[in-house]
């Protein structure tokens, strides 16, 4: 380089420094509210909830007290709260794993299928877009102990062969058929059955979603390299292939699962069933915090909530990044 | 390797016929391209060879045997897709060793634990491994071998897919369009890589393309399809220059074929736009036909030549000239190949005169079917150049 020539700059200029200061400003109070808005509709809410979670406080109450840890203390030492989470977690993992694996069945099957593709999807589907309310009274109905269509159906095994080969048959129809709804040991796994009922649909739709990005092409090369039966097909091609809608799948039913309360809020509106032995968190929720008005221990529940689903989020995201997207 | 004898396929799907009767003979280690516009049928052809659809009729023998009902699986040929169609989630060494492990392991070595502790997955596993890394090497892409088919490039993408056809010795390769991906230029490089590789391999080759160019300088011989049918099977030379059909001559050869039209007259004389050219075609009907003129056959002329025109366009690649030249009453252009140092003359608007080569003339009739019967009636040709 010659001395004359002038050195190179690479310093902006005062005015850029203003402008983009300017425009930096522009842009916050652009977005400011939108901002303001997911703060005061989505964060506070959870915030307050944290910030109750630790007082004692009523609805109408003037003042409260704060308690310390005294909710949380509660929640991990009281026998009912034990039950809540003994039929929260009976649920979750009876519900997330069947359900899953039949909506996924259920996609493998329709998706082979030449005609009545949309037929069969309308029909797993049906369950998906009633209500579970007004589901949850029709199951009412049939599982009623007397004149209810299960027990009425499962009478006419008796005096058969049935009898012999099935001790629960001939348990049943030596006394009587079970009081579905009333017994503590079969009510969870009628909420269960209900949720799988009901949830299965949706995730088949998901994972029939899922199988239309399957490259065919992988199907073909698969055949030339030799893979003859289906389940080698299922293995090499399409599971890895549903590996991003697993994990989504799996996420949003947990979520769900752990959200139940429509079933249980209509089959036992007081108390959470036999022996509290379907007492879900959601319930539990409701019922501390909207029934019986204590704000604190509802919090408290509510925060514990929110940290089962968080936790399962932050185990999809790390699945999503790990593992599933190649 | 083997040779492979294709018997009057057919092909419907429900009403449209695709494939309307193919024979094409294949021998042990030959290179042939199908070649043909798109839609044709080339890749269902190969499909059809491969056993991944069913021929609607017909035969194809492989070594002999004929492989009707057999399954892709069994039929031991290779197949690259034209999307490479790798398998996403493995790496590119587990990628090449799946139709090994899937021909040379049982179900239970293969199982992801326990497959180990099976007796035999151990040696099993190490030839693979010995296998899998000749292919690599073959290839070049030994260092790739641990990366996932989505971290790289697509010439590696096809080079890893042309691993996992090659890893295991089939008795043919059927390629589909696997260039069609690549960029012109690594287009040209793994032309000749594959063209190596066949010769290396030794082994018997079934490449489609709608790519001329790749079809002239890779085959032994070219089949070009259209419309569901092989017009003519042969090497490229003589597809380049012999054609049988007027769409064969039209699809060869870059750039374009010169079509003219002509009229036979009088003991098979023809004319060009009335002019009577210096041209029979002995015992030819009377009426229209069709003279080709590749660009190489034209040559500029002077006074008395039978094509008139001006300049409207010239391409100069370099090592020659393109030059479309507007004839005085035809609608399409005709292009004539010169010397780059002719541009200087041949300025848009120049008016020129053209003559052809009377030996390289194709002359079709109103079919499309070459005449091949040609007679010079100039036995002097006029060499002004
Ligand atoms: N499954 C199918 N059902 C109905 N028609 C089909 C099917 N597969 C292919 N065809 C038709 O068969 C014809 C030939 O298709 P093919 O894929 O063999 O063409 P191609 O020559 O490979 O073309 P390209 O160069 O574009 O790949 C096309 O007209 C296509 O529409
Ligand atoms: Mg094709």
């Known amino acids: 380089m010659s001395a004359t020539e002038p050195p190179v700059t690479c310093v902006a200029p005062?005015?850029?420094?203003?402008?983009?200061?300017?425009?930096?400003?522009?842009?916050?109070?652009?977005?400011?509210?939108?901002?303001?808005?997911?703060?005061?509709?989505?964060?506070?809410?959870?915030?307050?909830?944290?910030?109750?979670?630790?007082?004692?406080?009523?609805?109408?109450?003037?003042?409260?007290?704060?308690?310390?840890?005294?909710?949380?203390?509660?929640?991990?030492?009281?026998?009912?709260?034990?039950?809540?989470?003994?039929?929260?977690?009976?649920?979750?993992?009876?519900?997330?794993?069947?359900?899953?694996?039949?909506?996924?069945?259920?996609?493998?099957?329709?998706?082979?299928?030449?005609?009545?593709?949309?037929?069969?999807?309308?029909?797993?589907?049906?369950?998906?877009?009633?209500?579970?309310?007004?589901?949850?009274?029709?199951?009412?109905?049939?599982?009623?102990?007397?004149?209810?269509?299960?027990?009425?159906?499962?009478?006419?095994?008796?005096?058969?062969?049935?009898?012999?080969?099935?001790?629960?048959?001939?348990?049943?129809?030596?006394?009587?058929?079970?009081?579905?709804?009333?017994?503590?040991?079969?009510?969870?796994?009628?909420?269960?059955?209900?949720?799988?009922?009901?949830?299965?649909?949706?995730?088949?739709?998901?994972?029939?979603?899922?199988?239309?990005?399957?490259?065919?092409?992988?199907?073909?090369?698969?055949?030339?390299?030799?893979?003859?039966?289906?389940?080698?097909?299922?293995?090499?091609?399409?599971?890895?292939?549903?590996?991003?809608?697993?994990?989504?799948?799996?996420?949003?039913?947990?979520?769900?699962?752990?959200?139940?309360?429509?079933?249980?809020?209509?089959?036992?509106?007081?108390?959470?069933?036999?022996?509290?032995?379907?007492?879900?968190?959601?319930?539990?929720?409701?019922?501390?915090?909207?029934q019986q008005n204590l704000i604190g221990i509802g919090s408290a529940i509510t925060m514990l909530f929110l940290a089962f689903v968080m936790f399962l989020t932050l185990i999809q995201r790390w699945l999503v990044e790990r593992k599933v997207h190649y | 390797m083997a040779e492979l004898s294709i018997e009057n396929i057919a092909k419907r799907f429900g009403e449209t016929e695709v494939l309307k009767g193919i024979s094409i003979d294949i021998s042990d280690g030959e290179f042939v391209s199908l070649v043909g516009p798109s839609g044709c049928g080339k890749s269902t052809l190969l499909r059809i060879i491969a056993g991944l659809e069913e021929q609607s009729s017909g035969d194809i023998r492989i070594s002999g045997q004929s492989v009707a009902g057999q399954r892709a699986a069994d039929r031991n040929l290779s197949m690259v897709f034209q999307s490479y169609a790798l398998y996403p989630h493995l790496s590119v060494g587990e990628n090449i060793a799946v139709p090994l492990k899937m021909r040379r392991m049982t179900g239970l070595q293969r199982l992801p634990l326990l497959g180990n502790i099976m007796p035999g997955a151990r040696e099993a596993r190490g030839t693979i491994e010995q296998d899998v890394s000749h292919a690599a090497q073959i290839l070049e892409i030994g260092h790739l071998l641990d990366r996932k088919p989505g971290q790289l490039s697509g010439g590696q993408r096809q080079r890893v897919a042309l691993g996992r056809a090659l890893v295991r010795n089939p008795a043919a390769f059927l390629l589909d369009e696997p260039l069609s991906n690549l960029d012109a230029k690594l287009r040209v490089q793994t032309r000749a890589e594959i063209a190596q590789l066949h010769r290396q391999l030794d082994a018997t080759f079934i490449y489609v393309t709608h790519d001329q160019v790749e079809a002239m300088t890779m085959s032994d011989r070219i089949a070009v399809m259209m419309g569901g049918r092989i017009l003519q099977c042969a090497a490229p030379d003589v597809v380049y220059e012999d054609p049988d059909r007027i769409e064969v001559a039209e699809f060869i050869g870059s750039p374009k074929i010169n079509i003219l039209p002509v009229e036979v007259s009088g003991e098979g004389r023809l004319s060009l736009l009335d002019q009577p050219l210096n041209l029979a075609v002995p015992g030819a009907n009377r009426g229209v036909a069709s003279l080709g003129l590749r660009p190489e056959a034209l040559r500029l002329s002077g006074e008395g030549a039978p094509i008139h025109g001006h300049v409207v366009h010239s391409e100069n690649l370099g090592s020659e000239l393109y030059v479309q030249v507007e004839v005085t009453g035809l609608e399409e252009q005709v292009t004539l190949r010169t010397m780059p140092d002719r541009r200087s003359a041949l300025t848009l608007g120049t008016p020129v005169a053209l003559d052809f080569d009377a030996a390289k003339a194709l002359v079709f009739d109103a079919d499309g079917a070459r005449l091949r019967k040609l007679r010079n009636l100039s036995a002097t040709t006029s060499e002004v150049a």
Not at chain 1, 95 to 115: D, E, K
Request: hydrophobic share 50%.
């Open chain 1, 14 to 290: 005062a005015a850029a420094i203003r402008h983009a200061t300017k425009e930096r400003r522009a842009a916050w109070i652009l977005t400011a509210p939108a901002l303001s808005l997911m703060v005061v509709i989505l964060l506070a809410p959870v915030v307050i909830a944290g910030l109750l979670s630790f007082t004692n406080y009523s609805l109408g109450n003037g003042s409260f007290d704060w308690v310390g840890i005294h909710n949380y203390e509660k929640l991990f030492t009281r026998s009912t709260y034990e039950k809540m989470f003994i039929a929260t977690l009976t649920y979750v993992v009876t519900v997330v794993p069947i359900s899953v694996g039949l909506g996924l069945g259920a996609a493998l099957l329709i998706n082979s299928l030449g005609r009545f593709r949309e037929f069969y999807k309308t029909i797993y589907f049906l369950p998906v877009m009633a209500t579970l309310l007004a589901m949850a009274i029709a199951w009412e109905f049939m599982l009623h102990p007397s004149i209810g269509m299960i027990n009425r159906t499962l009478e006419m095994g008796c005096g058969t062969v049935l009898e012999r080969i099935w001790p629960f048959m001939a348990n049943s129809c030596a006394e009587r058929f079970p009081l579905w709804l009333g017994d503590k040991r079969y009510a969870i796994w009628v909420v269960c059955f209900i949720g799988i009922w009901q949830g299965f649909g949706f995730n088949m739709v998901l994972y029939l979603a899922g199988l239309t990005s399957v490259h065919r092409e992988l199907y073909h090369a698969a055949e030339m390299d030799g893979v003859r039966s289906a389940w080698e097909r299922f293995r090499l091609v399409t599971w890895p292939a549903l590996g991003p809608t697993t994990v989504f799948v799996v996420t949003i039913t947990c979520i769900r699962a752990f959200q139940v309360f429509d079933t249980i809020e209509a089959f036992w509106p007081q108390g959470g069933g036999p022996n509290k032995s379907t007492y879900v968190m959601m319930f539990a929720i409701f019922e501390k915090g909207v």
